[in-house]
């Protein structure tokens, strides 16, 4: 039986541990402190804890290796997993919903925040439906931090290959090759404004029930 409202940090050394804990147990919270993945695996089970967060970049078993570990361990498969992580990288976020992490916490770690989603999901894990539409909350969650990461980096290369098409435009008098160009920047622009849509749309987390259709902005795109 797990002991009231206790938290298992993983990875303390790096997650501003002290400052975590103080602020964990001000708000009732008993917490324990693993090193690294596999520490944190044996404390979980040993432990049973409301909730466990864990540092991505964790030595011997990283987060989501961690959360895969303890979904697949009936006795704790329910346990509440946050993730600290810059989110720099959209392949996090894909490892992510295939190991079925609660939440990702940005770093540096807010603590009053940390803790209310603590508090949240400790909540959340009563009954099989409540789990069920967390779930899928956090999926499309976790796609709005994935297709907007995606757009950024697709959004950098389309500058370029627009900024590089107007010097070479400039530069070159031939017509074939400028009508070329001209095509290619017109279509990054094009590409572009796509891309910008598709960020707007995945920064708006007030309104979940609005739906992205891909081919209607694609299609408006194209003639626009």
Not at 92 to 120: K, N, T
């Amino acid at each position: 039986m797990s002991n009231p409202k206790t938290v298992l940090l993983a990875g303390a050394q790096t997650l501003e541990g002290g400052r975590l804990r103080e602020h964990l147990e001000a708000g009732g919270y008993h917490v324990i402190e693993a090193r690294d993945g596999v520490q944190a695996f044996t404390l979980a089970q040993s432990t049973r804890p409301n909730a466990v967060v864990s540092d991505l970049q964790l030595p011997r078993m990283d987060g989501h290796d961690l959360c895969r570990a303890i979904r697949r361990n009936e006795a704790i498969s329910a346990t509440p997993v946050l993730l600290v992580t810059g989110m720099s990288d959209p392949l996090d976020v894909i490892r992510g919903l295939d190991a079925s992490v609660d939440a990702y916490v940005s770093a540096p770690v807010d603590a009053p925040a940390l803790i209310a989603r603590i508090d949240a999901l400790h909540g959340l894990h009563g009954t099989p439906e409540q789990m069920r539409r967390h779930q899928q909350s956090q999926k499309m969650e976790s796609l709005g931090t994935l297709t907007a990461a995606i757009v950024h980096d697709f959004n950098s290369l389309l500058t370029a290959i627009r900024v590089n098409a107007q010097i070479a435009l400039d530069e070159t008098p031939a017509e074939p090759v400028r009508e070329a160009l001209n095509e290619i920047h017109l279509a990054s622009t094009r590409a572009k404004e796509l891309a910008g849509r598709v960020l707007m749309f995945s920064r708006q987390q007030e309104n979940p029930r609005q739906l992205l259709s891909l081919p209607v902005l694609v299609a408006e795109a194209a003639t626009a």
